[in-house]
Structure formats: C-alpha cells, structure tokens
C-alpha cells in the first residue's frame, strides 16, 4: 500500500474542479509522532540511569558496600519501574494518535479549504479563498527524516499577517506538500480571477444604467425649463402687448 495521501484525481487541474480534492495524512506522519515519542522516553531513561550511576559512584563508595548495593538495587527498580510507565504510555499514546492522524482529513474546494481533526472533540474548520492572506510549506529536520511536510495557511482573522507568526490552519503530515501547495495557490488565483471577474462584470452593468438614467434626468429638466422658458416669454409678450395699448389709449 503506497504512503502517499489519497488525493482524488491526479493532476494538477488547471481549472476549477468540479469534485473537492480530499487529502490525508501520510502513514509517515504517524511514524514520526511514534519516533519523537520513544526518543523523549529513551533521553529520559538514560538521564535517570547517567543519574543513579553518579550517585552510586560518589556517594554509595564513600558509605560502604552494603550502601552501595541498596543504592544499586533501587536505581535499578526505579529505572525498570519507570521503563514500563513509558511502554504503558506509549501504548495508551500510540492508540490515540492513530485514531487521530486517521481522522484527519484536508478537503480543498473551489472557494474554502476544510480541515477536520480531533481525537475526543473533533473539530471542522472552514477556511474562505477570500480571507486567507498567505501559503507556505514547512519541513523540520524531523520531517525531512520521514520524507514529510506541512502546508500553512494564514488568515485576515489569524493572530498576526507576519511570517513568523503561528499559521492560522495547517495541512500536516503530507509527503507531496509542494504539489498541493502549488495546487492550493492555484485555486486560489483561480477564485481571486473569478471574483474579479464577477466585480467587473458587474460594475459594466450598472454604469450603463447610471448613465443612462442621468441622461434621462437631465433631459426632463431640459424639458421643464424649456417649458418654463417659453411660459415666461408668453408672459412677457402679453404685458408688452399690454403696455402698448395703456400708451394708444393715451
């Protein structure tokens, strides 16, 4: 069975798809959270042996043999005893984290990005194309180790716009990373295009109509005052006529 995430399709699309792409965690993802767990129990195993050894040596010689062997036989319950608290947590941590990584799903979709995790509560967030501000991709040393890495989104909402700053989703755990960041940016210049699109489209309809109304309106008020005009000129007509007559009369 291939490491690689299930991704559906295989390609790159250069348009819109028309199905979300869904995309798992590699099997990778577990083995190195498996890995930095039995590193961190095997650094404290040795420092607690390293530890008991010093005191055998500096204090159980200076007080005798017998003090030295009960030193001797504690250390060594303490470092079995503490040897199998580690396996029991490693079981109980191992189980957990398997049902973990296998409910982690990324659903890329032409406007958002879904990303749903959880071990007892589970979670469901909804990323929006037009509230995300960056895309990068990470691979610590520990990732490049397991052939792994992880893509960060961060948000308008997130806690910072810089580079250093926690991102506000990530896609963890993913052997072929730079293709679906690649993948991300572009559906995400897609849906940018898109929505320029629609904006422009949209403003060309209205402006015609604005036009188009104002003409209208300042032709009515040509109307009227034309109108008004030639009222006021028959007004005056009449007077002058008036006013000729008064002076005939006279």
């Known amino acids: 069975m291939s490491d690689l995430p299930h991704i559906i ?7 819109p798809p028309e199905k979300p792409r869904i995309i798992r965690p590699s099997r990778n993802f577990l083995y190195k959270n498996y890995f930095l767990f039995l590193l961190t129990a095997i650094l404290f195993i040795a420092s607690m042996v390293i530890f008991f050894f010093i005191i055998n040596t500096f204090i159980g010689s200076s007080q005798g043999p017998g003090t030295q062997k009960q030193l001797t036989d504690m250390s060594v319950l303490m470092t079995v005893g503490f040897s199998l608290l580690w396996v029991i947590l490693f079981v ?97 210049r897609l849906f940018q295009q898109q929505q320029k699109g629609e904006i422009s489209s949209d403003e060309s309809a209205i402006i015609p109509s604005n036009e188009t109304d104002l003409l209208n ?3 009515d008020i040509k109307v009227i005052l034309k109108n008004k005009f030639e009222s006021l000129e028959e007004k005056f007509s009449q007077l002058s006529d008036q006013l000729k007559n008064q002076r005939k009369s006279y």
């Not at 399709?9 to 348009?15: A, E, K, R």
């Not at 979709?109 to 991709?137: D, Q």
């Not at 890495?149 to 993913?174: C, D, F, N, R």
Request: hydrophobic share 40%; charged share 20%; aromatic share 8%.
């Open 92 to 188: 109980i941590y191992g189980v957990g984290m398997f049902i973990y990584v296998k409910q982690m799903v990324f659903i890329v979709h032409g406007s958002e990005i879904v990303v749903k995790k959880g071990l007892i509560n589970k979670t469901e967030k909804h990323v929006p194309y037009r509230t995300v501000t960056h895309i990068s991709m990470r691979s610590g040393p520990f990732d490049r180790l397991f052939n792994i890495g992880t893509v960060e989104i961060q948000t308008a909402g997130g806690p910072s716009s810089s580079l250093e700053s926690m991102a506000e989703e990530k896609l963890e755990g993913i052997i072929i990373y730079r293709e679906v960041r690649d993948y991300i940016l572009t559906q995400l």
């Open 217 to 219: 309106a300042l032709l």
């Open 9 to 15: 399709g295989s390609d790159v699309p250069s348009s």
